[in-house]
């Protein structure tokens, strides 16, 4: 008998320790610096708690103060680390960012204990939660992470749970020869495609949002985000819904897209149609363009509700 999930969704990835230079100075001139927690998968699962969802983050830390504090930070934000382990003689990953004119991350997480992760260690944390949520930036990682993402897809499928993808080209990870193969695979062991109409073209040579959908040809929804422009779901019946991008005056862009998968996901986990599962993903980006962590504090979920329910001339109107 296949168990029943404890928690709604299950994030899997490297998460670490991100310090960020004071009032957005560029690192070459910054003299203080704050320190955060990020990370896509773990970004999303912050997200989703703050909405009242049951969720879990899974990955592998070092026994080190930066893990000890990623730890912290997630159980305070009432994610499931239940199945995050805790590695002696590791180390945690960090990463720099560097606002400047051209908003750019600095990455140190070579071999890292998240590097070293394992599908059967993790696959516990996947049958205890009714999805898993994982990224392309793990692929990224070694040469076993295919076989990983791989691995963890399969199993939840097999257990009866579904599967959402962000795609997440990282160019600074690998080049788009590399990463196009291999992301198309993986995406297309997932129910649930998320990718920017620009990272298809980047990788794929794919301009249009409605061509994007045939690179996946296993995902019952492709979501393709295009910036300020807006988003369309596109549906395993073959109907497609856009909703329009508020207006946001952008602070920094990094941890929007995951912003965007965590709302989406929440209306998807809600059983809202596309058009609100759009709408929530628009609003949690927008909040997360507005600063400078990898995620940022929501408002109360009412007035979210009120703004996604309001009707189209409201949400036309909306501007953070």
């Known amino acids: 008998m296949t168990r029943l999930p404890d928690l709604e969704l299950m994030a899997v990835g490297e998460s670490m320790v991100v310090l960020v ?95 070293a992760m394992s599908v059967e260690e993790l696959t516990p944390a996947v049958v205890a939660a009714g999805r898993l949520h994982v990224t392309g930036i793990t692929a990224a990682l070694n040469d076993h992470s295919t076989e990983l993402l791989r691995g963890l897809m399969t199993a939840a499928a097999a257990n009866g749970r579904g599967v959402s993808f962000d795609v997440n080209y990282r160019a600074p990870l690998w080049t788009a020869a590399a990463a196009a193969p291999v992301l198309a695979e993986l995406a297309s062991l997932a129910d649930v495609v998320f990718v920017g109409r620009d990272e298809a073209e980047a990788v794929w040579g794919v301009a249009d949002a409605e061509d994007v ?9 492709v979501v393709v985000k295009d910036g300020a422009v807006g988003a369309s779901a596109f549906l395993a019946d073959g109907s497609d819904v856009f909703e329009p991008s508020p207006r946001v005056r952008v602070v920094e862009p990094v941890g929007a897209g995951d912003a965007f ?47 996604v329910y309001g009707g189209a001339r409201a949400w036309t109107a909306l501007s953070f």
């Open 213 to 221: 959908p045939g690179l996946f040809p296993g995902a019952r929804e």
């Open 21 to 115: 230079p004071d009032g957005g100075v560029p690192l070459e001139r910054a003299r203080t610096a704050s320190l955060h927690c990020g990370g896509a998968e773990s970004n999303v699962a912050h997200y989703l708690a703050q909405l009242g969802h049951s969720v879990g983050w899974a990955s592998r830390v070092g026994d080190d103060p930066f893990g000890r504090r990623l730890l912290t930070e997630f159980r305070a934000a009432g994610i499931d680390v239940s199945h995050a382990a805790v590695v002696p003689g590791e180390q945690t990953g960090i990463y720099f960012k560097d606002p400047g004119r051209q908003p750019s991350v600095h990455y140190y997480r070579a071999a890292s204990a998240a590097s």
């Open 261 to 307: 998968a965590a709302g989406y996901l929440s209306g998807l986990l809600r059983g809202e149609g596309p058009s609100a599962r759009l709408r929530w993903g628009h609003l949690l980006a927008a909040h997360a363009l507005t600063g400078h962590s990898d995620y940022a504090a929501l408002p109360p979920v009412q007035i979210l509700e009120e703004q």
